[in-house]
């Protein structure tokens, strides 16, 4: 339970309203027991023939006389005993000497016995039954009256306490979603990709919920029901404590079972919380590709996984049942052979009227029907909280399961650290410098994504980064926001190596727009906003104009306030990244990073965007990763052309040209390609770079 104790830790700021509920569930046990108490009078009144007054001054007298009878005795034993202390000292006195202490004893335990049960009927008497009507029907009324109150200030209390006890569970599930979202945003982005944004979202949903039912019965039945369960056993102990322990000896029997089922439960439950998480996938990917799904007539494949993992839920969750389902008939057939070993001895006391079974003595006096009945509705009383609670202990287990889920991800640090103390970086005065960069996504199974890679930028410099798919472009630039650290080498903006610099200062100096648009269900205005904390209207309007995205967004039913749909579904490919790019020019980065923006961009957009951006790019240092060779040599001073993770070549058109077997052999293709397309009437909009270069000797590449 050590994960969920962490979860309950949330709670602390909360004390005082627990205490609060504490009281609360205090309170009811007591007035649930004195409502059960209210039996022992009614069955008084029906079975002896007279009022409470002539019931309770018998039972007084009856007290008295017991008592005065075992005083005499206790004075008879002292003085046989002096007497005998006056006698030689034989083995005979001595063995009566004992027989005599050992009455002695006994008397005096009588004797106080009864003098206590006078005291008790003599308070009873004095302030409670005096009070009393005299006639016997009417003290009935009088005691069902009473326990209506009880029972209404019971609900009172019962009320308070479920409330208090709602809003600390709620405040605490609060508290705790806070926290582990703080701690999850600032896990690097390897680290959340490896848990998968489904996992994520069944952890923050699901699995709270699962805490949140756990911290509910902790602090409502928990602590209400053993309240209860104690005030019917210290009432049941009250009329005959010898019995009501043989009521509990059962009990090291249920705590093992219900030590083996928690086990069971909680391995069920986190079993059945990975499958939640499995569907919470598919459901995701099924619904967030739906074109997909439909275009490529997937429904009945797709039915079929989520059939299975719902299949698998379903199994994992049956289980969970089985095991709940378990546990209460065991906790009963435990309870009721608890309740019939006492109601069993105390039958037997009542119809034999000893005092004693076997050796053991049970009771001062024989015991009534009326006790032994109250004695029983005590017990019975006990049976319904110790029911209830072996169902909390399942849910605290399934609450363990789903603690321990989230403080998995809780507890990881990231790797990738705000170094709070380190150099902040400002602007770039000289160069941005790739040394020898290594990285691999898992470097224990996969080749390297980026090998040795060395590249050196000029500040304000424009350089397009080329090469086929897949060969590292988007992975060595990501290396510059720190999205992941390389391997070995490093990356350096001047001179200051970015594992040590400050961390916000170096992503406030960077701008992105990649292909997937990551934009938010918000309004344009808020999606283009986001880049500049603080953005006016009239800036956001500057901004879009300048990624000619002004005219579509004034087009719009709401213009700067229309909303953009989940991930910017309500706007076409192309006029998400118009948007995405005036974030970014928002944001005046001192390095603008593209990552292939253009892509769904139609020819005319992407001429006007060239143009703007020639201006905007102007004493900033820009990274353009492109398919689209032809727009090379109008905007990048430099080109680095890319295979297999490995730096080709690096320098101008020209000098690329010049000497560079596969930049030309791509460009020409690109060259043709377009070509082509004009003699067919212009319908393709761009080349794309289809065609892989060879790599080259490491003599042919490019000086930095
Ligand atoms: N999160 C990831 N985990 C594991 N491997 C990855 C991950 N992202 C990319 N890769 C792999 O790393 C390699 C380089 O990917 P990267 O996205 O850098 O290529 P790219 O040159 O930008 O490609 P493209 O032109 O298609 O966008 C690819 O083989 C890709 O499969």
């Known amino acids: 339970m050590r994960n969920f104790r962490r979860s309950v830790w949330f709670s602390w700021p909360y004390r005082q309203r627990l205490v609060a509920s504490v009281f609360c569930a205090l309170v009811v046990a007591v007035l649930w027991s004195v409502n059960l108490g209210a039996i022992y009078p009614v069955l008084k009144l029906l079975s002896s023939g007279k009022n409470l007054q002539q019931w309770v001054d018998e039972e007084i007298a009856e007290q008295q006389k017991q008592r005065e009878i075992h005083a005499r ?37 009588l004797q106080d016995y009864h003098a206590s049960w006078d005291y008790r009927y003599q308070w009873l008497r004095a302030k409670v039954i005096r009070y009393m009507p005299t006639d016997r029907f009417e003290a009935f009324l009088w005691i069902m009256v009473g326990v209506l109150v009880c029972v209404v200030v019971k609900g009172v209390f019962e009320f308070l306490h479920e409330s208090l006890v709602g809003w600390v569970t709620n405040r605490t599930l609060f508290d705790l979603r806070n926290s582990f979202f703080r701690r999850v945003v600032r896990q690097d982005v390897r680290q959340l990709s490896s848990a998968g944004t489904t996992d994520l979202m069944a952890r923050f949903t699901n699995d709270t919920e699962q805490i949140g039912s756990g911290v509910k019965v902790l602090y409502g039945r928990v602590v209400a029901e053993p309240l209860k369960a104690v005030a019917c056993f210290a009432a049941a102990c009250f009329i005959c404590w010898q019995l009501a322990i043989t009521f509990v000896v059962v009990v090291p029997l249920a705590l093992y079972v219900l030590m083996r089922v928690s086990k069971a439960m909680r391995k069920a439950s986190k079993k059945a919380l990975q499958r939640m998480s499995a569907m919470y996938k598919i459901l995701n990917e099924t619904f967030g590709g739906i074109r997909a799904v439909k275009g490529f007539t997937r429904e009945a494949h797709e039915r079929r996984r989520f059939r299975q993992a719902n299949y698998e839920f379903y199994r994992k969750a049956l289980r969970l049942v089985n095991i709940d389902a378990f546990t209460n008939p065991a906790i009963e057939v435990l309870v009721v052979l608890s309740v019939g070993l006492a109601l069993g001895a105390g039958v037997y006391l009542v119809v034999t009227q000893n005092t004693h079974i076997g050796i053991f003595r049970m009771c001062s006096q024989p015991i009534s029907f009326e006790t032994l009945l109250q004695f029983y509705v005590f017990l019975a009383a006990i049976a319904d909280p110790v029911r209830k609670l072996s169902s909390v202990y399942t849910k605290l287990q399934g609450a363990e399961a789903a603690s321990a889920r989230i403080f998995e991800l809780y507890d990881r640090e990231p790797t990738i650290r705000g170094n709070a103390d380190g150099p902040r970086l400002t602007e770039v005065k000289k160069r941005i410098e790739f040394r020898h960069v290594c990285f691999a996504y898992n470097p224990a199974a996969d080749a390297p994504t980026l090998d040795n890679v060395s590249l050196t930028v000029k500040a304000g410099e424009t350089i397009a980064v080329v090469g086929g798919n897949g060969c590292g472009k988007t992975t060595l630039l990501a290396l510059l926001p720190r999205f992941f650290d390389p391997d070995s080498g490093a990356v350096l903006i001047d001179g200051v190596n970015l594992r040590t610099a400050h961390l916000r200062s170096l992503r406030k100096l960077i701008g992105v727009v990649t292909q997937d648009t990551q934009l938010f269900d918000d309004t344009v205005l808020a999606n283009i906003a986001y880049g500049k904390r603080g953005a006016t209207r009239d800036e956001v309007i500057a901004a879009a104009k300048q990624a000619r995205a002004h005219e579509f967004i004034e087009k719009k039913e709401g213009g700067y306030d229309a909303l953009m749909g989940t991930a910017g579904s309500n706007f076409s490919g192309g006029e998400r990244q118009k948007v995405a790019l005036a974030r970014a020019i928002l944001r005046n980065p001192q390095i603008l990073i593209l990552d292939e923006f253009t892509s769904a961009i139609d020819m005319q957009s992407e001429i006007d965007i060239h143009d703007a951006l020639k201006e905007f790019v102007k004493g900033r240092t820009t990274f353009l990763i492109t398919h689209k060779l032809h727009t090379v ?28 077997e596969p930049y030309r052999r791509l460009f020409e293709s690109v060259q043709m390609w377009k070509t082509d397309a004009a003699a067919s009437g212009g319908t393709k909009e761009s080349a794309p770079l289809t065609e892989t270069p060879r790599p080259v000797p490491p003599t042919q590449r490019g000086a930095a």
């Not at 030689?88 to 004893?105: C, F, G, H, M, V």
């Not at 905007?635 to 690329?656: K, N, P, S, Y």
């Open 73 to 109: 005795e206790v004075a008879n034993l002292n003085f046989a005993l002096a007497t005998l202390e006056t006698k030689p000292d034989t083995p005979e006195r001595e063995k009566q000497k004992r027989n005599y202490s050992a009455d002695l004893a006994r008397a005096t335990d």
């Open 633 to 660: 040599p109008e905007i990048a001073d430099r080109v680095a052309i890319m295979d297999a993770g490995q730096l080709l070549d690096f320098g101008t058109h020209a000098e690329l040209l010049a000497r560079c």
